[in-house]
């Protein structure tokens, strides 16, 4: 059964760093994309935040994260990394990890991919970030 786990959220200071890990089971990651997304409240739109390719290492950061979040993969592991820098309280939200076996570029996938189009998300965690 295809599950994804996330793990490293929680409470952080106003431009504090946290990093976010997504561990796949039930499927070998180096065959999917990836990406990380989020939800600022539960009625929110889901806003991309950043996407990996599964084999070129080509990659996607929302354009205003550029310089403070970072996105890694580790085939080996079956596990992929989200590292976030100099958070800001509006970036308080419940993040979510997600993988997708079918083709499709990262800004494409972080941007236009449905949440049913996905393989599998993750239940989500919590960032909160507050003094």
């Known amino acids: 059964q295809l599950q994804l786990v996330e793990s490293g959220g929680g409470l952080v200071q106003p431009g504090g760093s946290l990093n976010l890990s997504c561990t796949v089971s039930g499927a070998s990651l180096k065959d999917y994309h990836v990406g990380w997304f989020r939800r600022r409240t539960p009625g929110a739109r889901r806003e991309g935040v950043t996407?990996?390719?599964?084999?070129?290492?080509?990659?996607y950061i929302a354009p205003l994260l550029k310089g403070r979040f970072t996105a890694s993969r580790d085939n080996a592991k079956n596990t992929f990394h989200l590292h976030m820098q100099y958070l800001r309280p509006e970036e308080s939200a419940t993040y979510y990890c997600a993988i997708r076996f079918a083709g499709a570029s990262p800004a494409v996938l972080c941007s236009n991919i449905p949440s049913g189009e996905f393989s599998a998300w993750g239940q989500g965690i919590q960032v909160t970030v507050s003094s």
């Open positions: 996407c990996i390719h599964k084999s070129d290492g080509s990659s």
